[in-house]
């Protein structure tokens, strides 16, 4: 699979951490004082990383920071799961529009015992039939249902800082699907390349949920 943080909330400033401090300075009715330019631009990074140390306590202030992924040959048993995050938006690849790519995921507990081979042909034949069918004129959309879940799927997902550690706390535990759970990981080093703090953040709160 493949991940790629594409855009984040706040990619025009040096920091985007700085939105969390701007948010607690809100909460703490700090503006009269200072105004928001100062908070984003000027303050000083020994302070910008005392707020992010403290800032699990307070969970609702990273709701403003959001991160939008672009995600590749994913089953479409992950993909499921991951829709269930209901805290996010999701555009997914169309299966009614576009032709099925001849694509998909075997899991390595498949491998292992020794059905790849059965698994793979089975594949192969549900990918025929599904050409034949539209080459006979059956609608992409209706000749799809012969697809299994197996198959490769691309989406573009935005999500706030909160709800991706949660989904984090959730979906990289050891109890986690072996697919969604390489994903979470793949998605928190993904954002950590602008939010260093994300595995501390998690480490925090997911002792909390």
């Not at 992924?69 to 999701?90: C, G, K, M, N, P």
Request: aromatic fraction near 10%; include cysteine.
């Amino acid at each position: 699979m493949k991940v790629k943080l594409i855009a984040w909330t706040g990619g025009s400033l040096r920091d985007p951490r700085r939105l969390i401090v701007l948010a607690v300075k809100t909460s703490a009715g700090k503006l009269g004082l200072k105004n928001a330019e100062h908070y984003l631009w000027e303050y000083k990074e020994e302070g910008v990383e005392k707020f992010l140390a403290e800032s699990y306590k307070y969970p609702t202030v990273l709701e403003h920071v959001s991160f939008t992924f672009l995600i590749e040959d994913i089953s479409r048993v992950t993909s499921h799961q991951l829709v269930r995050h209901r805290l996010a938006s999701y555009t997914q690849e169309s299966q009614r529009y576009s032709s099925i790519e001849e694509d998909f995921v075997v899991p390595p507990s498949i491998e292992k015992a020794g059905f790849a081979e059965k698994f793979r042909s089975l594949m192969e034949e549900a990918y025929r039939l599904y050409d034949e069918m539209v080459k006979a004129g059956v609608p992409q959309e209706d000749a799809r249902y012969i697809i299994p879940q197996a198959v490769k799927t691309r989406m573009l997902m935005t999500v706030n800082l909160r709800e991706l550690i949660h989904i984090a706390c959730l979906r990289l535990s050891p109890h986690a699907q072996w697919e969604i759970r390489g994903l979470a990981s793949m998605m928190v080093e993904e954002a950590r390349k602008v939010f260093p703090e994300i595995p501390y953040l998690i480490e925090k709160i997911c002792r909390r949920e």
